[in-house]
């Protein structure tokens, strides 16, 4: 009995995490399908344009700052035992621009951001919001959905620059006045470093990031269970599922551009 209870668990969860990739893909469709739809509101772009990126500039604004600054102390420490605390500008940049910048921007904004768009998105689910809208033949994917998918799609590079340019700041401020490096050394190490195709890279994992970000939580939202508890747990596995997302897709994301651009 007990080998036929487990199998069945086994089969029902395997059921329930397919037909949970089915609803997520169709979802994505429609989203998408969505944005090619008129009328698209402006103003509901231009609003989760403020609410995701411009209310998430401090906090990404420090993270970064301070991110730079223990990037300096470190890459200084560690290549002084080389003898090449020359090149602490230029692995400070890199490692901003390859991954700490658009990874740490992806979760500090999934974080802040995703977690309050899954959490209104459910509660206007559990109390019949949603069905209102449809009632007034108006399509909940294109009013509430389009508009978040969007902003987080566009907002995240732009949040990702941003954090690259202050994390360079951050470690410029440590390394050349608390650590009195060289000045000139220090940003023509940068110069000669950081090419175009490094920038290329952070700049098409922001977007895939940000196209993550817009996907899990406006899904998770508009899926949530009945009552406080399923917007809660809807909150969590947003946060919890963009984030891994983000992590792991950045190793292959990693892997394919150095492959391609390599070649």
Request: proline share 2%; with cysteine; aromatic share 12%.
């Amino acid at each position: 009995m007990n080998a036929i209870a487990s199998t069945q668990n086994l089969g029902r969860m395997v059921i329930d995490v397919t037909e949970s990739w089915g609803k997520a893909w169709i979802f994505l469709f429609h989203i998408i399908r969505g944005i090619f739809s008129r009328p698209f509101r402006f103003h509901l772009f231009m609003v989760q344009m403020y609410q995701i990126g411009v209310n998430s500039t401090l906090v990404i604004a420090l993270i970064a700052l301070f991110t730079g600054a223990v990037l300096a102390v470190q890459g200084e420490y560690t290549l002084a035992k080389f003898g090449a605390t020359a090149y602490t500008g230029s692995a400070v940049a890199l490692s901003l621009i390859r991954e700490l910048g658009p990874v740490l921007t992806a979760l500090m904004v999934i974080g802040r951001a995703g977690s309050a768009i899954t959490a209104e998105i459910g509660i206007m689910r559990i109390t019949e919001q949603i069905d209102a809208l449809r009632s007034m033949a108006v399509d909940p994917i294109r009013y509430l959905m389009v508009p978040r998918f969007l902003a987080g799609l566009i907002a995240m590079p732009l949040l990702a620059g941003m954090s690259i340019v202050l994390g360079i700041f951050g470690g410029y401020i440590v390394g050349v006045g608390l650590l009195n490096l060289s000045a000139g050394t220090f940003m023509g190490q940068i110069y000669s470093a950081v090419t175009l195709t490094d920038i290329m890279s952070g700049f098409i994992k922001a977007i895939v990031f940000g196209f993550i970000f817009g996907w899990v939580s406006c899904f998770k939202g508009y899926n949530c269970g009945f009552g406080a508890v399923g917007v809660n747990k809807a909150t969590t596995q947003s946060v919890v599922t963009a984030s891994v997302a983000v992590l792991v897709i950045d190793y292959f994301l990693t892997s394919i551009l150095t492959r391609i651009f390599l070649e």
